[in-house]
């Protein structure tokens, strides 16, 4: 069974530019949570969607926005860039929220995304 | 504020022996807490998860300790391999919601 995948797997973009990190959830995942990790730092929480709908948010600007599509695979976009957006963007997916039983509560990271800002 | 903590941002182990990995949590409420391993340029890789009605939970060779009243979490890794070296996050959630909390991580060094 795939995992969580996300593309592209580095990504170079200039100050000012918009970037699209794409995610596909692990089969019959329907929530789908972005993380961003910066050099050094812990995993800081961006976006969770769940069957479509945006259901939480972490403290970044308005800037960072993303969008599920039916399908329940994600996109996560960052306008006006700077250089601090600079890092790893990691994409997860867990079963719908609320589910019991075993991994019920857990949720799978993918690979992630490099995102460079020049 | 920092809800979840991992104080130690680094820890070395010989081969063979236990690796003790340690978090703190701020929010009584939190229901659910999951360890992850991180190696360099990869994702997160789940290893074990424990509820707040347990205080114990056991894998192969990891076990995850809950104290609620110290609000304190541990991963032991018996016998530690030189494979389990990377980083160990800790994450913790509030019951209503899957936004989960990550710690900044403890890189744990695994001498042969």
């Known amino acids: 069974e795939a995992g969580v995948t996300q593309s592209p797997t580095h990504l170079i973009k200039t100050r000012g530019q918009q970037a699209t990190l794409r995610c596909s959830p692990i089969s019959g995942h329907t929530s789908v949570y972005w993380y961003q990790q910066a050099l050094g730092l812990g995993l800081q929480f961006l976006l969770w969607y769940d069957e479509g709908e945006e259901r939480n948010r972490g403290n970044f600007p308005p800037r960072f926005s993303g969008r599920q599509f039916p399908n329940y695979s994600s996109e996560l976009n960052v306008n006006a860039l700077e250089l601090e957006d600079s890092a790893l963007y990691l994409c997860?997916?867990?079963?719908?929220?609320?589910?019991?039983?075993?991994?019920?509560?857990?949720?799978?990271f993918g690979e992630g995304s490099w995102l460079t800002v020049v | 504020d920092q809800q979840v903590k991992q104080n130690s941002p680094s820890l070395s182990v010989q081969e063979g022996r236990i690796s003790i990995l340690n978090c703190d949590y701020t929010n009584s409420m939190f229901d659910y807490f999951l360890w992850y391993k991180k190696y360099p340029a990869e994702g997160p890789t789940f290893l074990i998860s424990?509820?707040?009605?347990?205080d114990k939970n056991e894998d192969g060779r990891f076990t995850v300790f809950l104290n609620k009243s110290a609000k304190h979490l541990s991963l032991h890794i018996v016998p530690s391999q030189p494979g389990d070296s990377a980083v160990y996050f800790c994450?913790?959630?509030?019951?209503?919601?899957?936004?989960?909390?990550f710690g900044t991580g403890t890189r744990l060094k695994v001498l042969a």
């Open positions: 994450a913790a959630k509030a019951p209503g919601t899957y936004k989960y909390i």
């Open positions: 997860a997916s867990s079963k719908l929220f609320g589910t019991q039983g075993p991994s019920g509560n857990t949720i799978y």
């Open positions: 424990i509820s707040s009605i347990k």
